[in-house]
């Protein structure tokens, strides 16, 4: 069962240009979560998806920033005009329908750079 | 909303010896509180977690955790260190009813340990 997939794993984007960042959850998991981490910093919840609904999306910045969760296909975090302090890790985590006593797995991450 | 204090950001250890990496959250009526691992470069990989029961967790690598309800605490254990456990090392919590994937992390703590 392979884990929760992100790709790419580096992502260069000149300041303005849009980035895309692609999640598939783990097999048989419907909740995605995507978090950012800044430089020396933990990791900040950003996002929390089902498929086809965004559940809790208050720790998304106002502009700029969207997910989506389609039927069918991976979790999409979409970054219009980067700005360099969009530099970060980004980190896609997945859970199964069921919550009871357990815990989200996380993908790899994708480390966005913007020049 | 929950915040998480990790109280060390860096810790160096020399191996074998034991370490004691310390967290504590903001009360709330219940919680759920983890400890993940993250090596350079990496995703996280959950460590251990405390959902209910015992106040004393069991995790892999034979870290361990206990819950201190009066203390607000989550330290993380180990008796014996080895260079392979250098890492950042995140604490991490939700609230009780909420989601497993919708978690407020530490600033982490880098764990270093030398020959």
């Known amino acids: 069962n392979a884990g929760v997939m992100q790709n790419p794993r580096h992502l260069v984007r000149r300041r303005g240009q849009e980035a895309r960042l692609r999640c598939s959850p783990m097999?048989?998991?419907?909740?995605v979560y995507w978090y950012r981490q800044l430089p020396e910093e933990g990791l900040k919840f950003m996002v929390y998806l089902q498929k086809e609904n965004i559940i809790d999306e208050s720790g998304m910045p106002k502009e700029r920033f969207s997910a989506e969760f389609p039927k069918e296909g991976p979790s999409i975090l979409r970054i219009q005009q980067v700005v360099r302090g969009d530099s970060a890790a980004y980190f896609c985590a997945s859970s199964p329908p069921s919550q009871a006593n357990t815990e989200a797995f996380f993908g790899q991450g994708t480390r966005l750079t913007v020049v | 909303a929950q915040s998480v204090t990790q109280l060390d950001s860096q810790v160096p250890v020399f191996e074998e010896a034991p370490v004691e990496l310390r967290c504590n959250y903001s009360?709330?009526?219940?919680?759920?509180l983890f400890w993940y691992v993250q090596y350079p470069n990496q995703g996280l990989q959950l460590l251990l977690k405390?959902?209910?029961?015992?106040?004393l967790v069991k995790g892999i690598n034979g870290f361990e955790a206990e819950f201190n309800k009066s203390q607000t605490s989550f330290h993380l254990r180990k008796p014996s260190v080895h260079i392979s456990d250098t890492a950042e090392y995140f604490c991490?919590?939700?609230?009780?009813?909420?989601?497993?994937?919708?978690?407020?992390f530490g600033r982490g703590t880098q764990l270093t340990v030398w020959p």
């Open positions: 097999k048989g998991h419907s909740h």
């Open positions: 009360s709330s009526v219940s919680v759920y």
């Open positions: 991490a919590v939700t609230e009780g009813g909420s989601t497993l994937g919708r978690l407020y």
């Open positions: 405390y959902l209910s029961g015992s106040t």
